[in-house]
């Protein structure tokens, strides 16, 4: 099938914002790190969007244009999300395989046992978030040529076949596919449009246990270059489960929106639990205060391992306004000196790590 590109894109569409990039100071390839899935196949899977009332597809007659053919998939996806029906489609329907990629990705990565519970529902959104933010490339080559003021039209990478066909993917493809599996899993998930420092953009936010909360795929998707412009990927938790006062007063790079309606209230601590293993020794994943954070890039430096990334939370006492700027950097220039030989390393003019909301920081290392 030709790639489907139609008319221009309404403005609010245009949801195309980059995810970060840093340089790798070393000459060495990094390896990949898998995202954290959790979970394993179902023998029979069953998803809870099998239960609803159908929603019979409009019958079609011939080869698609690629105008009909993107109303089809926009057909699809307000049958699936906004009225919360099972698509019945007719033979030879086209956007079928797009459904179908859907839920063999739920049918491999999410378990049956999750249904119906909170717990099941975070557990299912986690995967989600993950398997999107690793799995799915960025359409770099788009964003490149939205900023350079041609007219993209209509691509798939706006659309949920840019991700289940083509993975790939800008923001709004990511945000549209999220709220799709999640429609078909049965749990609130809404999109999100606005701007991420200052360029237009899509997230989600998903609804667990009655309370809301802002998740940005995109911007959890740590990319960084090596080897010549080479990008790699690294995943991150950073705007996992987000209030709408956390998202707007981040100011490195802050999220602006409306958030008068579909309030989320509060900030879920992805970390509050989390450990890391270094060398055999584990940490917590929330560091209290310097001499820690030196304890672990100091077992990072004596592992002799290779060790991609290390997401931490930074919650030392002392530290106020955390969410302003990069109250950080001086422990974290101390920490980087326990690390000898690092492909990734802390200088004047480079930064090896992302910086996100509360304190929570992706550093890249590499030995």
């Known amino acids: 099938m030709s790639a489907r590109k139609g008319a221009a894109l309404a403005a609010a569409a245009l949801a195309l914002c980059a995810p970060v990039l840093v340089g790798c100071a070393g000459g060495k390839?990094?390896?990949?790190?898998?995202?954290?899935?959790?979970?394993?196949?179902?023998?029979?899977?069953?998803?809870?969007?099998?239960?609803?009332?159908?929603?019979?597809?409009?019958?079609?007659?011939?080869?698609?244009?690629?105008?009909?053919?993107?109303?089809?998939?926009?057909?699809?996806?307000?049958?699936?999300?906004?009225?919360?029906?099972?698509?019945?489609?007719?033979?030879?329907?086209?956007?079928?395989?797009?459904?179908?990629?859907?839920?063999?990705?739920?049918?491999?990565?999410?378990?049956?046992?999750?249904?119906?519970?909170?717990?099941?529902?975070?557990?299912?959104?986690?995967?989600?978030?993950?398997?999107?933010?690793?799995?799915?490339?960025?359409?770099?080559?788009?964003?490149?040529?939205?900023?350079?003021?041609e007219d993209i039209g209509d691509d798939p990478a706006f659309h949920i076949d840019g991700v289940f066909i083509n993975r790939l993917a800008v923001c709004d493809g990511l945000s549209r596919a999220m709220s799709f599996l999640c429609a078909i899993e049965g749990i609130g998930c809404e999109r999100v449009t606005g701007a991420y420092s200052g360029v237009a953009h899509a997230w989600n936010k998903v609804t667990i246990g009655g309370k809301r909360y802002n998740v940005d795929i995109t911007a959890d998707a740590a990319n960084y270059s090596v080897n010549a412009g080479k990008l790699e990927k690294q995943l991150s938790h950073g705007f996992f489960m987000l209030s709408d006062e956390t998202m707007r007063t981040f100011r490195p790079r802050l999220h602006d929106y409306d958030a008068s309606e579909n309030v989320a209230l509060e900030d879920y601590d992805y970390y509050a639990e989390k450990t890391v293993t270094v060398g055999g020794s584990v940490f917590s994943a929330t560091v209290r205060d310097a001499a820690a954070l030196n304890r672990i890039f100091e077992a990072i430096g004596k592992s002799g391992r290779a060790v991609g990334k290390i997401e931490l939370k930074l919650d030392f006492a002392e530290k106020i306004n955390i969410n302003d700027g990069d109250m950080y950097a001086t422990e974290i220039a101390e920490a980087y000196r326990k690390v000898k030989k690092a492909d990734f390393s802390f200088t004047a003019t480079s930064k090896p790590y992302f910086q996100y909301p509360n304190g929570v920081y992706l550093f890249m290392i590499y030995l």
């Open 29 to 149: 390839p990094t390896p990949d790190l898998t995202p954290h899935v959790i979970a394993a196949a179902d023998a029979e899977p069953v998803r809870p969007i099998d239960g609803r009332d159908g929603y019979k597809m409009s019958e079609f007659s011939s080869e698609l244009s690629d105008e009909e053919y993107r109303a089809r998939v926009d057909e699809l996806y307000t049958a699936v999300v906004i009225d919360g029906k099972k698509p019945i489609f007719p033979a030879g329907d086209p956007v079928a395989a797009v459904y179908d990629a859907a839920i063999a990705m739920l049918d491999r990565y999410v378990l049956n046992e999750w249904h119906g519970t909170d717990d099941g529902a975070f557990k299912t959104v986690h995967t989600l978030h993950d398997l999107l933010a690793y799995d799915i490339a960025y359409d770099f080559e788009l964003y490149d040529r939205y900023s350079n003021g």
